[in-house]
C-alpha cells in the first residue's frame, strides 16, 4: 500500500497509511503513516467498539498536519491490551500463508476461462511472467 501510496503522492493526492506493520512501513516508506500497535487486521481499532475507532481515526488524521517530513511515521498511542501476551501467541502461532508463485493464480478453472475470454488487456506486471 505504501508504494501505491508514493504513486498517489506524486500525482498530487496526499495520503495516509495506516499500519500495524511497522518493519514493512518503514521498510516502504509511504509519505505518511500512522501506526497502531494492534494485531494485523485490526488497523483501525477493535471490533464492536465504535467510540475507539473514532478516536483511533480522528487521531490518525492528524498526521496530515502534525507529520511535516516525508516517510515519517505517527505512532498512535492506543494499545491493544495491558500486557504483550497477544504478541507471543501471534508469533508463536507462525505464517499460515501460501508460498508466492511466478504465474497467475485461479480460484478454478472456470476463472481461469472467463477470464481468458473476457478479453481484458493482458496485465502488464503479469505479461513477462508467461
Known sequence: MGLVARHLEAAGIPTLCMT????ITNAVR????A???YPLGHTTGKPGDPEL?????????????SLSSPGTVKMLPFRWSDDEIWKEKAFAEGDERLERVDTP???SEEDRRLAETAGAPPCPVCVPLK
Do not use: C, H, K, T
Not at 20 to 23: E, G, K, Q
Not at 30 to 33: G, I, S
Not at 53 to 65: G, K, P, T
Open 20 to 23: 500495524s506493520a511497522l518493519d
Open 30 to 33: 509511504p509519505p505518511r503513516a
Open 35 to 37: 501506526f497502531l500497535d
Open 53 to 65: 475507532q473514532r478516536r483511533i481515526l480522528v487521531e490518525a488524521l492528524d498526521a496530515f498536519s
Open 105 to 107: 493464480q485461479y480460484q
